[in-house]
């Protein structure tokens, strides 16, 4: 199971009003989201894999898509299914600022 949008942004929202001054979840460490969390951009980039798990409805193309930090391959496949290319500039941005590491290629 998997937080959705609104429970991710909620619980950001909680983390910050609590004062927490680490990452605001123990998932983005294990996502490997290691540079400067925003969380609309974050929930921007989670919305993709969302949108492509409930194409496919396995739960491996959602944990794969969010993989190293949206770095997988298959994060760009879900760009490409959901025609989503026209954004993969401002995708390529946010992942740099959360991960910290060469996004995704455009090959």
Not at 35 to 48: P, Q, S
Not at 52 to 62: A, G, I
Not at 72 to 85: I, P, W
Request: aromatic share 10%; net charge negative.
């Amino acid at each position: 199971m998997h937080l959705s949008s609104l429970q991710l942004a909620c619980a950001t929202l909680v983390a910050v009003a609590l004062g927490a001054t680490a990452q605001p979840f123990d998932a983005l460490d294990a996502l490997k989201c290691k540079g400067h969390f925003d969380a609309a951009k974050f929930v921007r980039l989670d919305r993709v894999c969302e949108d492509c798990f409930n194409l496919y409805r396995e739960p491996v193309v959602y944990t794969r898509c969010r993989n190293d930090c949206f770095t997988d391959v298959v994060f760009k496949g879900c760009v490409e299914v959901l025609l989503l290319t026209d954004q993969i500039e401002t995708f390529k941005e946010y992942i740099r600022e959360l991960h910290w590491a060469p996004p995704i290629t455009s090959d």
